[in-house]
């Protein structure tokens, strides 16, 4: 996965979303996106529980901001950057060999992600199932073929929760991560077009 840096932070640019929809109110965004960077830059104190729980409002009626799902993609990324940071590990940047874009996500940003626990009370994901099931992902992003992962199996994908005695991954954590996974699925098909 690419390092996500302020000056990407200050180049994105979302969509408008389709007539009919109104997406995220886009002064909010915005007024987000530079306190990204500059929890980037080493100059704010932003944290990936932060992003994860960001809610942006719809513009006034009338009014059409920034496309939802765009917005969404670049948190996810930016969520995992700073999970990275926190843990004080760097992935390995994906280097391109010249027959494409580098990957969004690859085998070794798998292995390497590690959930939090469920809070006290709670009961999160079984923590074996999630861990089998990024290792199908791991080997989808490594290898693909026939017994590879599609998207709608990463869409559908349900887990049980962690038994009475155990806390389990924290569900919001592992969903925002499956959305990441979907995402690289989907750009990667969109090369190989």
Known sequence: MSQVTPDDVRRIHFAMPPVGHRGYHADEVDAFLELISATLDGQGVLTADDIRHVAFDAPRFGGRGYQADQVDEFLDRVRVELEFRQRGTRPVPAGGNGSGPAPLLTPDDVHRMQFTQA???????????VDAF??????????????????PDVRAVRFTEARLSTRGYQRDEVDAFLDLVVTALERTAQHHR
């Open 134 to 151: 990024l290792d199908l992902v791991a080997a989808t992003l490594a290898h693909g073929g026939p017994s590879s992962l599609t998207i």
């Open 119 to 129: 809070p006290v009370g709670r009961r999160g994901y079984d923590t074996e199932e």
